[in-house]
RNA sequence: GGGGACGUAGUUCAGUUGGUUAGAACGCUGCCCUGUCACGGCAGAGGCCGCGGGUUCGAGUCCCGUCGUCCCCGCCA
């Protein structure tokens, strides 16, 4: 097949835009080989681009020699065609596609590039399997789906670029190539030519530069940032993704949170949903007690304290531990439960016991409270605000013999117990109830939540030490100040979490602007002063230099954009991801280096294979 | 690191209790067809059943290992 090429050829319109008002015009499309109708004796191309469709016309009978030339095309060359629009016939109008009113004439056709057979089409109606669609990611990213995808990501950017910008925030680049601050995720690790030996850190977040630009005088800054965390991945975690990071110099909590709904708010509109704010708030405490999770889908029901519900003669002859938490979980719309349904709750109460540590909890079959305890079991229906075909499942302690599960962290472990269970059967019975049903009314139905107050510190059973439950750079609570030593346990933190649907979007803190204060954490969390040097000593010393009260935050834009797209994986957002393995299929990375780059980094490696 | 699901034609899948020549749809190739739009009709090509080993007279099917993809737990300050 003889090539032409563009030469000064001009674009008139996109694929998708001709109308009827077009009918008459002389028009040049440019685009893909969608499909080809060859009916013998006319012939359609739906030529394609990232706009839409049109449909083009070889008629034999019109013009032989562009008939000739269209029986050549193939599916997914790339064509020019130059022609006139015609309004459609009546009877030929196609309702399924935009531009189905008109199609083009074609009185020249330039093929300006042939195709291979690709291992799939972007015009199939079955979608290939991941791994074919990640190695061929060129071709996946043509399906109409995928434009959709990624031209959403662009809109939602914009919007939250624009918002940003009119609410007086610079965007300002912080470097890829950084120092490995050992905490938290692992870093990924570039050497150093120069100094053998020695490695620059890809960022896990540019927490340090971006405290460092209020230090600086920027007063308000954010990035669209690309971030990096060396862990394993799941639907929902890419080795490397992109945040929408801010700080701000001289805020409250609350001026932090309107500036992020204002953004979302912008980022939202740009997809067409109309978000309400402000966005409801919750204490961590509060989100552990009524969802058991601190990041609660708030389109569910709450779990309910159903102490009320028993006498003390009741927990003594069921012999349910009144020093615990009684709390039942209701998943609506289930329905009948089967006697292996039944069997397999159960189970579940098991296994999560068994996850959660020595947590002494179960499950209560409900059905047999029904027959056995009646007035329990339609006192707990109503404190639940049970409907008939909701499934109730209490969550108590049985006393045990040692007595031992009174501990306010066992407490917590049954809150989380149940907050687990509640998610798993929901997910067992989406199905049947409505409330995770994606088609339904709860896929459109976007309900935000700040979560608030999370403790300081959280106790690492394996290391016998105080972890910081954020980042270390959080500032603690005023009035709590004073329990940092006493009781670290008890301290809580200006930080707060953006929570939507049970996804944690995002996650932020008022910060430590004193050094006093900042050195005070670190000795908290078992850092000596010149392990604390060492390791953050330019930040340490920055903090000496005049540095205004700041807080900030950092949203997943990935994670964003999945859930307005109603996708189920970030991979369906990001235009090159990685696999659960972190390997990119299409260019094969990563890969061994030869000697010679490994000799002028100085580095020795034993062969794997 | 652990658990689970999957791997059969280019693609999506079926393949019974282990039994003759491994099927379908879409795609592809050729022919026919002037109003299709997921065009239609006829004919055809296309298979290391992921890979390696084992059990068996006989393996796509059973067993072991291995590789890959996906999901979950651990991990992700």
Not at 124 to 151: C, F, G, H, P, W
Not at 316 to 332: H, K, W
Not at 416 to 436: I, P, W
Request: charged share 30%; net charge negative; aromatic share 8%.
């Amino acid at each position: 097949m003889r090539l032409d090429f563009l030469g000064n050829l001009r674009r008139t319109h996109m694929c998708g835009e001709l109308r009827l008002e077009h009918a008459g015009q002389q028009v040049v499309l440019l685009g893909w080989v969608n499909r080809r109708r060859d009916l013998g004796n006319v012939i359609f191309i739906d030529i394609r681009d990232r706009n839409g469709m049109t449909q083009l016309v070889f008629d034999k009978g019109e013009n032989a020699a562009m008939h000739e030339k269209a029986s050549a095309l193939r599916s997914e060359y790339v064509i020019a065609a130059i022609g006139k629009v015609r309004r459609r016939s009546a009877d030929t109008i196609n309702p399924n596609i935009a531009t189905g009113e008109v199609e083009v004439t074609v009185d020249e056709l330039k093929v300006l590039n042939d195709s291979k057979l690709p291992p799939f089409l972007p015009s199939d109606t079955s979608i290939a399997n991941e791994e074919v669609r990640l190695k061929y990611r060129y071709i996946d990213l043509r399906r109409e789906q995928m434009q959709a995808n990624i031209e959403l990501r662009h809109n939602v950017a914009m919007a939250i670029r624009q918002s940003l910008s009119g609410q007086g925030f610079f965007e300002i680049e912080t470097p890829f190539m950084t120092r490995s601050t050992p905490e938290g995720a692992r870093d990924y690790l570039v050497p150093s030519r120069v100094y053998p030996g020695s490695f620059y850190a890809l960022p896990q977040s540019p927490q340090l530069f971006k405290q460092i630009l209020m230090i600086s005088g920027f007063d308000k800054y954010f990035q669209i940032v690309r971030c990096f965390r060396d862990e394993d991945l799941r639907a929902d975690r890419q080795p490397e993704f992109t945040q929408i990071d801010l700080e701000m110099s001289f805020p409250q909590m609350d001026r932090v949170f309107e500036v992020v709904e204002k953004f979302l708010e912008a980022a939202f509109k740009a997809a067409g949903i109309e978000l309400k704010s402000p966005f409801l708030r919750m204490t961590y405490d509060e989100a552990l007690r009524q969802y058991g999770n601190d990041k609660p889908d708030m389109r569910l029901p709450a779990m309910s304290d159903i102490r009320p519900a028993f006498t003390d003669e009741d927990l003594a002859e069921l012999r349910i531990d009144p020093s615990m938490e009684m709390v039942a979980i209701r998943i609506p719309k289930v329905g009948k439960i089967s006697d292996r349904e039944k069997k397999e709750i159960r189970a579940l109460s098991d296994e999560l016991a068994k996850r959660n540590g020595n947590f002494a909890g179960v499950f209560y079959d409900f059905s047999q409270m029904e027959k056995k305890r009646p007035a329990v079991a339609s006192k707990i229906r109503e404190i639940c605000g049970a409907e008939p075909d909701d499934l109730i499942v209490p969550v108590v302690a049985i006393a045990s013999a040692e007595g031992k599960t009174h501990s306010a962290a066992n407490k917590r472990a049954q809150f989380t117990v149940a907050g687990e269970a509640r998610l798993e059967l929901g997910r067992k019975y989406a199905d049947r109830h409505n409330a995770f049903v994606r088609s339904g009314d709860a896929a459109r139905d976007f309900r935000f939540l700040w979560v608030t107050d999370f403790p300081m510190f959280e106790y690492d059973e394996k290391d016998q030490r105080w972890n910081a439950a954020h980042h270390p750079f959080t500032s603690p609570h005023d009035h709590d100040m004073d329990k940092l030593e006493s009781d670290p346990g008890a301290v809580r933190a200006l930080a707060y979490d953006v929570v939507l649907n049970g996804t944690e979007l995002g996650s932020g803190s008022i910060r430590i602007h004193r050094q006093d204060i900042q050195r005070k954490i670190f000795h908290s969390l078992g850092m000596s002063d010149e392990e604390a040097k060492s390791r953050f000593g330019f930040f340490l010393e920055a903090l000496e230099y005049g540095t205004p009260p700041h807080g900030g935050i950092a949203l997943g834009l990935d994670r964003i954009v999945m859930i307005l797209a109603g996708a189920d994986s970030l991979r369906e957002v990001i235009p090159f991801p990685k696999t659960a393995k972190a390997v990119d299929l299409m260019v094969d990375a990563p890969t061994p280096v030869s000697d010679v780059q490994l000799r002028d980094l100085g580095i020795v490696v034993k062969p794997q294979r």
